[in-house]
C-alpha cells in the first residue's frame, strides 16, 4: 500500500515568517494530494490541495507545490499569525484510499 | 446548515462494553468513512462505504463493525473485542467518485 512520510513532526516559527512542511510518497500511481489542519478537539479542515496535472497551486498566503518525479509534496504558508497554530496533515490518495502522514505540530509565537 | 455531525463529543465506556458512534451527513454525499486518530498519528482507515447497503474494511478493521441502511448514517460501533479503543474517532464523507474528503468534528472515547 501507500506510504507516506511528513517531515517535521514539529515547527516553531516566529509570526509573519515562513513555514514549509514536506511529505513524500512511494506509489507513483497516487493523483490527489490534500492538506488538512486540524485545531485541538475538532476534526481536519481541508485547506489546499492540489492533483498530479499541476506543480503548484496557491490560496492566498497558502500554496502547494508538487514534484512527481521525486515523490514529494510541500505545503507553504507565508506571513504566519498566531491563528495558524494547529496540527497539519498531509493525505495521498490512490485506488480509492486517502493515506495520511503523521502531522506537523505547528506553532506561531507572537 | 449542511455538513457532517457526530455524536456524542465525548463518550465513556467501560472495559468489555460494545459502543456505537453516530455520524450523520446531510451534504448528498454517497461515500462515507470512519478513521481513528491516537496521538502524535496520523489517520488510519477503519471501513468505507461508497453506497447504501455495502461498506468494506480498511486498514485496522479488527474489532470494529458498520452498517450503512442510509445514504446520510454511517453508525461505527467499537466492540468489546478492539484490545484498544481509546482514541478520537472522525468520520468524513465524499460525493461518489470523488476524492475530496470532508471530515465531521470526531468522537473522543475513552474506555475505563
Known amino acids: 500500500g501507500e506510504n507516506v512520510e511528513q517531515h517535521p513532526s514539529t515547527l516553531s516559527v516566529q509570526e509573519g515568517d515562513s513555514a514549509v512542511i514536506k511529505c513524500t510518497y512511494s506509489?507513483?500511481?497516487?493523483?490527489?494530494f490534500p492538506w488538512y489542519k486540524q485545531e485541538l478537539g475538532k476534526g481536519p479542515q481541508l485547506i489546499i490541495d492540489?492533483?498530479?496535472?499541476?506543480g503548484e497551486k496557491k490560496d492566498q498566503r497558502i500554496a502547494v507545490t508538487l514534484n512527481k518525479t521525486a515523490k514529494h509534496f510541500s505545503l507553504h504558508i507565508t506571513e504566519t499569525q498566531p491563528e495558524d497554530s494547529a496540527v497539519y496533515f498531509c493525505?495521498?490518495?490512490?485506488?480509492?484510499?486517502?493515506?495520511f502522514g503523521q502531522g506537523t505540530i505547528l506553532t506561531v509565537h507572537p | 446548515d449542511g455538513g457532517i455531525t457526530q455524536s456524542p463529543k465525548y463518550l465513556f465506556r467501560k472495559e468489555g462494553q460494545n459502543v456505537t458512534l453516530s455520524c450523520e451527513q446531510n451534504?448528498?454525499?454517497?461515500?462515507m468513512y470512519w478513521y481513528r486518530q491516537d496521538p502524535g498519528q496520523g489517520l488510519r482507515l477503519i471501513y468505507y462505504?461508497?453506497?447504501?447497503?455495502?461498506?468494506q474494511k480498511g486498514d485496522i478493521a479488527e474489532g470494529y463493525s458498520v452498517s450503512r441502511e442510509k445514504k446520510e448514517s454511517f453508525p461505527l460501533t467499537v466492540t468489546s473485542a478492539q484490545k484498544n479503543p481509546t482514541a478520537f474517532y472522525l468520520c468524513?464523507?465524499?460525493?461518489?467518485?470523488?476524492?475530496?474528503?470532508?471530515f465531521g468534528p470526531g468522537t473522543r472515547l475513552t474506555v475505563l
Open positions: 468524513a464523507s465524499s460525493l461518489a467518485g470523488e476524492d475530496t474528503q470532508y
Open positions: 506509489d507513483s500511481a497516487s493523483n490527489y
Open positions: 492540489i492533483r498530479s496535472n499541476v
Open positions: 493525505a495521498v490518495y490512490s485506488y480509492g484510499k486517502l493515506t
Open positions: 451534504l448528498n454525499h454517497d461515500a
Open positions: 462505504s461508497q453506497i447504501v447497503n455495502d461498506f
